[in-house]
């Protein structure tokens, strides 16, 4: 809550009649995070003996505060600390505080840590060793942290802020500086497939306008058949970007590392928006070619064409509809993967429509085919080791690896788990290293009803209510952009909620790899971002265990940073203010138990990656998987900073 905002609830209160009110309606009435505020408050405000305070005089206390100097507004911080009003602070006072804040944060320490926080906190602050914080050693503390400082150069309204949080959009940066960012990124070879894919749509959309001007067609059929050319080409590009053996095998080819494969579903979603806008056209340019005959009203039931062509816009608009990004990530990708499959239909239509279509559906009908064979002989039956529902509605499956197994760091499968659904295979990338024989791990996020029921299987299984083992099928391994991180002088990776999973097992392997006195790079940068605390355990023995073999960070410099805790308002930077003074003290960090210290907040990105482009310049390239709108900012980030940016799609 601003501080407009805190002053518009009590003159509100005043008009109503200004009643006195308690703790428990300060904080009601003022959308207060912490209960200790609106003790606070009431103490600086009630008259002595009272446990009451009329609005008005709140709303003047504060006006005072914030009017007021930086020592006033401490003197007022120190009252949140004193909760018996005794003048000085103990340590029980200062830990109740301190947990509190963590509590408001969504963080979770063991006891021995709190205490070790509150013991660090009087190691530095209590001059007189007395056990206790007088407003004078209160002061020389804050005084030596800047934070701290700055949080009382301004309004005391900065610690009246809401429960909620803000939800402020963010600014989409403009298609223009998007494409220039992509062409920085991908340098020339991603540069001439666009250029490529551009000028073979528009070739085969002039080519066929003027054969059909020279056999004198008027202007709309030109237009039409200069449409369904674009159409027959994109019958070949909608699938060839998405034969994904084929790609897995392109990409560890020389030339892999020259195109832009990583994109490969985005272009193939960009080639089905360009199918769609090229047959939006060519029905346009038929029906006016129909009704300038005056045949529009009759030729639907006369013309194969005309009927097979509506049919093949509506097959498409529904395949279209489905494809959103929207539906996708609703919790409902079963009707994404339902929808495309009317993609055999569309092509068997086609034929119907067009004579001259099987030119073009033919060929790549018959990659499509190989392609899937292929993929057929790829995909076994085995079996589910080990299932765990991990925090934040995460499962850890461990499956046992078919004969002939052999992945690289970062690729990702396909599974069905019949037992779920008979009909639907779901991507999941693998958080094991390909030094580990005999299984390989996915952990899978609930993000719709086919992971959910994953989790609800294995919380039936933890329990003892679900079966230990059971079969399912698995397709792969494929490739994805991680596995170029091995040929980075300096890697640096960025991974995002359950993103991090590619790179769990990019840094196991490094591990092992580097045990094993193998070739490995000089400098790994890991970054993960959680939204909560507890998402950290679903990696944590193995961040520990590379933090433990690589002592004094000469390898693995290893950076978490918890977005869910805002230390920037309230009581949070107090608690910064004592994970810090811990962290001096004893280095090492409560939060994740690694010895650099959990960020908490966002990270600057900026000074982030300067920093690693000063270090290292181009040898640095950095790798991200997560949601797209971080993506986009490190993106550009790595623009401005010189860095080479690679982000695997999901």
């Known amino acids: 809550m601003s501080r407009a905002s805190v002053i518009d609830a009590l003159e509100a209160l005043e008009r109503a009649g200004d009643k006195p009110l308690d703790a428990h309606k300060i904080e009601t009435a003022l959308g207060l995070r912490d209960t200790a505020l609106a003790l606070a408050l009431l103490r600086a405000c009630a008259n002595e003996g009272e446990r009451a305070a009329r609005p008005s005089v709140i709303r003047a206390k504060i006006a005072a505060l914030d009017a007021g100097t930086s020592e006033g507004r401490l003197d007022f911080v120190f009252t949140l600390f004193d909760r018996d009003g005794g003048g000085t602070i103990s340590p029980s006072e200062f830990s109740a505080m301190i947990e509190g804040a963590l509590s408001r944060s969504g963080l979770v320490v063991a006891r021995g840590w709190l205490d070790a926080m509150t013991e660090a906190v009087f190691a530095s602050a209590d001059s007189n060793h007395d056990r206790t914080l007088s407003i004078e050693e209160f002061r020389s503390f804050v005084a030596s942290e800047p934070a701290l400082a700055r949080v009382l150069s301004g309004p005391i309204s900065s610690l009246l802020s809401s429960r909620a949080r803000d939800k402020r959009g963010r600014a989409r940066a403009k298609l223009g500086?998007?494409?220039?960012?992509?062409?920085?990124?991908?340098?020339?070879?991603?540069?001439?497939?666009?250029?490529?894919?551009?000028?073979?749509?528009?070739?085969?959309?002039?080519?066929?306008?003027?054969?059909?001007?020279?056999?004198?067609?008027?202007?709309?059929?030109?237009?039409?058949?200069?449409?369904?050319?674009?159409?027959?080409?994109?019958?070949v590009l909608v699938l060839l970007f998405v034969l994904r053996r084929t790609l897995t095998a392109l990409r560890r080819t020389a030339m892999g590392a020259k195109i832009p494969i990583d994109d490969a579903v985005s272009a193939h979603?960009?080639?089905?928006?360009?199918?769609?806008?090229?047959?939006?056209?060519?029905?346009?340019?038929?029906?006016?070619?129909?009704?300038?005959?005056?045949?529009?009203?009759?030729?639907?039931?006369?013309?194969?064409?005309?009927?097979?062509?509506?049919?093949?816009?509506?097959?498409?608009?529904?395949?279209?509809?489905?494809?959103?990004?929207?539906?996708?990530?609703?919790?409902?990708?079963?009707?994404?993967?339902?929808?495309?499959?009317?993609?055999?239909?569309?092509?068997?239509?086609?034929?119907?429509?067009?004579?001259?279509?099987?030119?073009?559906?033919?060929?790549?009908?018959?990659?499509?085919?190989?392609?899937?064979?292929?993929?057929?002989?790829?995909?076994?039956?085995?079996?589910?080791?080990?299932?765990?529902?991990?925090?934040?509605?995460?499962?850890?499956?461990?499956?046992?690896?078919?004969?002939?197994?052999?992945?690289?760091?970062?690729?990702?499968?396909?599974?069905?788990?019949?037992?779920?659904?008979?009909?639907?295979?779901?991507?999941?990338?693998?958080s094991s290293a390909p030094e580990t024989k005999g299984a390989f791990t996915v952990h899978v996020r609930s993000a719709g009803n086919w992971t959910a029921a994953l989790y609800r299987l294995a919380r039936e299984r933890a329990v003892g209510a679900a079966p230990a083992q059971f079969s399912l099928e698995v397709d792969g391994p494929f490739g994805a952009p991680t596995s170029e991180l091995f040929d980075a002088k300096v890697p640096v990776l960025i991974g995002a909620g359950i993103g991090v999973t590619p790179f769990a097992s990019v840094l196991e392997s490094l591990r092992l790899r580097a045990k094993k006195g193998l070739s490995v790079p000089d400098r790994v940068y890991f970054y993960w971002v959680l939204r909560e605390q507890q998402s950290f355990e679903w990696f944590a023995e193995r961040l520990c265990a590379i933090e433990a073999e690589d002592r004094d960070a000469r390898r693995f410099v290893?950076?978490?940073?918890?977005?869910?805790?805002?230390?920037?308002?309230?009581?949070?930077?107090?608690?910064?203010?004592?994970?810090?003074?811990?962290?001096?003290?004893?280095?090492?960090?409560?939060?994740?138990?690694?010895?650099?210290?959990?960020?908490?907040?966002?990270?600057?990105?900026?000074?982030?990656?300067?920093?690693?482009?000063?270090?290292?310049?181009?040898?640095?390239?950095?790798?991200?998987?997560?949601?797209?709108?971080?993506?986009?900012?490190?993106?550009?980030?790595?623009?401005?900073?010189?860095?080479?940016?690679?982000?695997?799609?999901?």
């Not at 220039?180 to 073979?200: D, F, M, P, R």
């Not at 340019?285 to 816009?313: D, E, F, I, Q």
């Not at 850890?396 to 197994?405: T, Y």
């Not at 949601?627 to 010189?642: A, Q, R």
């Open 269 to 430: 979603r960009i080639a089905a928006w360009t199918m769609l806008f090229a047959s939006l056209g060519h029905t346009a340019a038929h029906c006016a070619n129909y009704a300038s005959r005056g045949v529009l009203s009759t030729v639907w039931l006369s013309s194969v064409a005309a009927a097979t062509g509506l049919a093949l816009l509506g097959v498409f608009a529904v395949m279209a509809f489905f494809a959103r990004a929207s539906v996708r990530r609703s919790g409902r990708f079963e009707r994404f993967a339902k929808a495309h499959k009317l993609a055999d239909g569309f092509y068997a239509l086609c034929f119907l429509h067009s004579p001259n279509a099987w030119k073009y559906a033919v060929p790549i009908s018959i990659l499509w085919v190989i392609e899937r064979l292929w993929r057929r002989r790829g995909v076994v039956k085995t079996r589910a080791l080990w299932i765990e529902p991990l925090p934040s509605g995460v499962t850890r499956l461990d499956i046992e690896a078919p004969p002939g197994w052999k992945q690289r760091a970062g690729d990702y499968v396909f599974l069905k788990i019949a037992s779920l659904s008979k009909d639907e295979w779901h991507p999941f990338t693998i």
């Open 558 to 650: 290893l950076r978490v940073f918890v977005t869910g805790a805002d230390v920037s308002e309230g009581s949070g930077p107090w608690l910064d203010a004592a994970l810090e003074a811990l962290h001096g003290r004893v280095g090492r960090d409560p939060l994740t138990g690694l010895s650099r210290r959990t960020g908490l907040g966002a990270p600057d990105w900026s000074r982030e990656l300067s920093a690693i482009a000063e270090e290292h310049g181009r040898d640095a390239t950095v790798f991200f998987c997560g949601p797209e709108g971080l993506g986009e900012t490190l993106s550009k980030t790595c623009v401005d900073v010189g860095l080479r940016f690679c982000q695997e799609h999901f």
């Open 177 to 235: 500086e998007r494409a220039l960012q992509w062409a920085y990124e991908q340098g020339a070879g991603g540069v001439a497939v666009v250029v490529a894919y551009v000028a073979v749509t528009l070739g085969a959309f002039v080519v066929a306008a003027l054969e059909y001007r020279a056999l004198g067609a008027n202007g709309w059929v030109q237009l039409a058949r200069g449409f369904g050319r674009v159409i027959d080409v994109h019958l």
